[in-house]
């Protein structure tokens, strides 16, 4: 049987162009889940590992989706290999359980690692240099203006939260979070 397996690192990523990807490889069940990477309880692999069984192939679309690090990556394939499972990564190719293609899985492996370390090094680096600006914020932008949350707490004196939420787009959440402040 083939099985698919996706996933995101976070809640705001969309998992649609991996599940086409592995549905259009006709995996038969697909796995899928948003848990980050860098994490090893990742429920649903684990589900995935423990049901996968001699003569199954296991498909994932990119190498990083299946493992946090080369030594993972390689201990994960090797037990697949010892259980009879396949290992298809989509933008490698079928990994064969010969010498040459554990190498190739190696190398790969490899290179997909020193790639995260780069992007999170380049992150590091960036987030450094924009600590000594002097307006640096961490996070996300405001989305709205001190002056527009002033005026909506000024509108909730005659008005509800909603109809406030309503006449300024800020939501109910974020004008309690600001009437708090506003308040200490």
């Known amino acids: 049987m083939k099985y698919g397996y996706a996933r995101v ?6 998992l649609q162009a991996q599940l086409e990807a592995l ?3 006709v995996c038969e069940k697909i796995y899928s889940e948003k848990f980050t990477g860098t994490k090893a309880d990742r429920p649903q692999f684990k589900a995935l590992l423990s049901t996968l069984e001699e ?20 201990m994960i394939v090797k037990k697949l290999f010892e259980r009879g499972v396949k290992v298809h990564v989509l933008n490698m190719g079928l990994i064969e ?8 899985f190696t190398i790969m ?24 600006r002097q307006d640096y ?8 203006t001190k002056r527009q949350i002033e005026h909506a707490l ?24 600001a009437n708090r402040k506003a308040v200490h």
């Open 55 to 74: 003569g199954d192939t296991l498909v994932v679309t990119k190498l990083d989706r299946f493992a946090r690090s080369t030594s993972e990556a390689l």
């Open 97 to 104: 359980n010969t010498p040459t293609g554990r190498l190739i």
């Open 154 to 177: 000024a509108l909730l004196k005659e008005h509800s939260y909603k109809q406030v939420e309503d006449m300024t787009g800020i939501s109910k959440s974020t004008l309690i979070r």
């Open 137 to 144: 914020r961490e996070g996300r932008p405001r989305k709205f």
């Open 23 to 25: 549905e259009k490889e």
């Open 109 to 132: 492996s490899g290179f997909a690692e020193f790639e995260r370390d780069l992007i999170v090094e380049r992150t590091q680096e960036g987030k450094a240099i924009a600590r000594q």
């Open 9 to 14: 690192s976070t809640q705001g990523q969309d």
